[in-house]
């Protein structure tokens, strides 16, 4: 009896409670949903905005990432929060009133003859092609966007807004590159590694790693990692392992991103940093990971290498064949001294992601772009964009259609 009027209690005090929280919920969700709006479209009216509209998918990287009205620009904390990002092409009751709009390069590429183009342009407007995706799986191949693109907003080094996978600072802390140029300070004039990172450098015993999650690339880096296994089992000995979809081996522990990169840190001399296509400048997270966990990056990509790292702190899958890659890594893993003078670089630079504060954040510094005045009232045009966008060899079959 007793048991049953208690459990009986209980199960009211639990319905209670859950539907509490449920009531909570929702005036929580509405509130919350109801003041972003209005935060997002109405607050300051004193206060210039610049609206952003999305004419593409709102889901696709990096629009999503943008999120709607200001909330990706206050979140960031950016000096400018005044950008409006919408993907309502009728918010403003006039496409004219926009300032920017902007356009996802995968979906140009689908549909670069497409008749949904934005019916009345402003000259006032930028039009921003936008992609973090490599020109090589999604060329434009056609002139139709010629002439049509005021702006673009990619990991080229000469977009006109960056967005990208690192940066590179100097010992003062300024930001300093990727950039087309550089100025390096040359291997040996660098100061020497110290004696303390040379005990922990000691601490690896694996030639090389590989994490790979995308099996079917079309820069060849598959074939080429499976002659370079082949080399180093066969001849010295050593092993490459393969992390990830394409692999066998796994990290271990609960936080696997953190535990893999110890693994990287502590065991392998090498990482393959193999871009699964080849664009230029495209140059990914992977590099940053070799760097920024003290594992000399080994490179394949199409990228010119010097815009992202001084000579002599990486090796070059684009220029070595897997024989001589191979009888590289062998010759450095037994000679320390030469091996540690891949990490000279860290007395001098650092190697960052792009989001660590708000003045390095591409976000950030997209809406602060909008906000230069000047910028803003230039008039530029895009002329040759296909020929900016496109490596031609890998406009050949669709030009041949
Ligand atoms: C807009 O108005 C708010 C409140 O009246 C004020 O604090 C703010 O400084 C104003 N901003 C501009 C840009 O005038
Ligand atoms: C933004 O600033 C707030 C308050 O200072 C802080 O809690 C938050 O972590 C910051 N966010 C980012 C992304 O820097
Ligand atoms: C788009 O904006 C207009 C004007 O503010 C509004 O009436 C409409 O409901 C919005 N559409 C969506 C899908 O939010
Ligand atoms: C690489 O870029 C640098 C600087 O932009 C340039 O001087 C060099 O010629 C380029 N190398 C190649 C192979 O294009
Ligand atoms: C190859 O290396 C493994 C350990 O990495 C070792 O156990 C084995 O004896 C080596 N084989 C030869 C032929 O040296
Ligand atoms: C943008 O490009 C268009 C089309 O080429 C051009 O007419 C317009 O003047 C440009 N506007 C700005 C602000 O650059």
Known sequence: MITKF???TRLKLF???????????????YTDYYFTQFDNFYEYENETLKYILQWTSPKT???????????????????????????NRSLLGDLRKFDVIMFHGPELHRAPRSKDWPKNRAPHQKYVFASVESSHYYPVCSPNLDNFFNWTWTFRLDSDARWGYMLIKDSKNTVIGPNKIMHWMKLEDMDPVSEEFKVQLRSKFKAAVWFVSNCNDKSGRKAYADKLQIQLQAKYNLTLDVFGKCGTMKCGGWNSQESCDKLIKENYYFYL?????LSEDYVTEKLLRA???????????????????????????????PEELAAKMNSLILNPEEYANFFRWKNHYSYHS?????????YCNFCALLNDE???????????????WDNPVHCKKKAGK
């Open 6 to 8: 208690y459990s009986n």
């Open 15 to 29: 319905a209670f409670c859950a539907l509490s929280a449920i009531v909570i919920f929702i005036y929580a969700s």
């Open 61 to 87: 990287m990096p629009f999503v990432y943008m999120d709607v009205g200001r909330a990706g620009f206050k979140s960031r904390n950016c000096t400018y929060t005044n950008c409006v990002v919408t993907p």
């Open 273 to 277: 940093a193999f871009e699964n296509s």
């Open 291 to 321: 760097l920024q966990f003290d594992s000399v990056p080994i490179v394949l990509g199409f990228a010119n290498y010097t815009r992202f790292m001084p000579d002599g702190i990486y090796l070059d899958a684009n220029v070595l064949s």
């Open 354 to 362: 792009r989001e660590e504060t708000p003045e390095d954040n591409d």
């Open 374 to 388: 000047e910028k803003m009232k230039k008039q530029t045009v895009i002329h040759n964009f296909h020929e900016w």
